[in-house]
């Protein structure tokens, strides 16, 4: 017995091997697939409605929050069953699309009036000059003065 009432043959236990990770049932690698699918649904929904006019801007909102919630539990799943690293990828990139959409779509909404005032005049304005004066007219009106 040693001082601190361990045998010497006892490894310390800071220095004991770390568990061996179980490979990942078939069935846990085809519930990852399952939240990748979603994952990307809810992206390509998000990418799909986020040109909507202004009071329906909310609903691609909506499905980008669920696609970062959905998306961290599928990297948590993807990392955690070792499905490969093709699907880490996806789901980091697709997430990191889901977290700069959300910004996006939270900073139109955030700015309800003046995103507002700029979707009605691009939708009157018929040349490129007029399109550009929209644009400068919204970003004057989101800046201080």
Same mark, same amino acid.
């Given at each position: 017995?040693?001082?601190?009432? &361990? ?13 061996? @990770? ?6 846990? @690698?085809?519930?990852?697939? +399952?939240? =990748?699918?979603?994952?990307?649904? !809810?992206?390509?929904?998000? /990418? =799909? ?7 329906? @801007? =909310?609903?691609?909102? %909506? /499905? ?8 961290? !539990?599928?990297?948590? @799943? ?5 499905? +490969? ?8 990139? +697709? /997430?990191?699309? $889901?977290?700069?959409?959300? =910004?996006? !779509? +939270? ?8 995103? *507002? ?7 009157? %304005? ?9 644009? $400068? *007219?919204?970003?004057?009106? !989101?800046?201080? &003065?």
């Amino acid at each position: 017995m040693n001082n601190d009432g &361990r045998t010497p043959d006892q490894i310390p236990s800071p220095l004991q091997p770390a568990p061996q @990770k179980t490979p990942a049932t078939d069935e846990q @690698k085809q519930s990852a697939r +399952g939240y =990748l699918r979603i994952f990307a649904a !809810l992206v390509v929904a998000v /990418l =799909l409605t986020s040109g909507l006019a202004l009071p329906w @801007k =909310l609903v691609p909102l %909506a /499905l980008a929050v669920a696609a970062v919630v959905v998306g961290i !539990l599928t990297l948590i @799943k993807v990392v955690r069953h070792g499905t +490969g690293p093709t699907q880490m990828f996806i789901t980091a990139l +697709g /997430l990191v699309a $889901s977290v700069v959409m959300t =910004l996006g !779509l +939270g900073l139109a909404v955030a700015t309800w009036d003046n995103t *507002e005032k700029l979707e009605n005049c691009m939708s009157r %304005a018929l040349t490129m000059q007029a399109q550009d004066e929209c644009q $400068s *007219e919204f970003t004057s009106g !989101l800046l201080p &003065r």
